[in-house]
């Protein structure tokens, strides 16, 4: 799962028109400050792609279907790969119906917590490179504002160890079949990530509270 990310550099703009084909970027809100501790509900970058066209807009992380009548009931902040084309909640948002669709969710890192006998700790994975990571979401606009999702899979061979299941980060080149391809393509990515070279590091266990929002979070040499 993915309960807690990362974003923190400030070359966000640049990374999204890095991307494959994109001419023309928009942030009409802006773009967020460096943020150590995410947590669900929290406001996150939403990264839209249109043909040669990206907008980065400010979104709610947990999904609001267009059916919600309030903001009763657990928080979506994960959907898994294996049910989201029939749930009620992701289904229409996968297929780009119903004012909702498939997009982008861009982080330096994420955490997670794992036992190894001594009690839960949390640990921050980021790509060995540094590189930007692009987790597969949905987004939709209940409850007239826009909200969005992580799609998660079952982990792979060689992050199992940490947690059962994994965000679906996109390679570079299953990107834009992500983001603008048919339900059947977009379909076709509904497995667990190719992306390797993670890097693992303990991370400090203040950020269990989401009050703790700063880069002593991070292990040391894993910031901007």
């Excluded at 802006?30 to 249109?50: E, F, W």
């Excluded at 119903?98 to 994975?125: F, Q």
């Excluded at 996109?170 to 603008?180: K, N, S, T, V």
Aim: glycine share 10%; hydrophobic share 40%; with cysteine.
């Amino acid at each position: 799962m993915c309960g807690r990310f990362v974003l923190f550099s400030e070359s966000l703009f640049d990374s999204v028109g890095a991307l494959e084909g994109i001419e023309e970027i928009s942030a009409p809100a802006g773009l967020p400050g460096p943020r150590y501790n995410i947590a669900p509900t929290q406001k996150v970058p939403v990264v839209r792609i249109q043909e040669a066209y990206a907008q980065v807009d400010p979104g709610r992380w947990a999904l609001l279907p267009h059916w919600k009548k309030d903001l009763d009931g657990p928080p979506l902040f994960n959907a898994r790969a294996e049910t989201v084309q029939k749930k009620s909640s992701f289904r229409d948002a996968f297929t780009g119906r119903a004012g909702s669709g498939r997009c982008l969710i861009p982080m330096d890192g994420y955490y997670e917590w794992h036992d190894d006998g001594t009690g839960k700790m949390p640990y921050y994975v980021r790509l060995g490179d540094g590189q930007m990571m692009w987790a597969a979401g949905l987004w939709a606009t209940g409850l007239d504002q826009l909200s969005a999702t992580i799609v998660t899979t079952a982990a792979t061979e060689e992050m199992a160890w940490l947690h059962d299941r994994l965000p679906r980060f996109l390679a570079p080149e299953e990107i834009r079949q992500w983001a603008e391809g048919t339900p059947e393509e977009a379909a076709e990515l509904l497995h667990p990530s190719p992306v390797t070279g993670w890097q693992v590091d303990q991370a400090a266990k203040e950020v269990g509270n989401i009050r703790n929002d700063y880069p002593e979070l991070l292990p040391q040499g894993a910031g901007a």
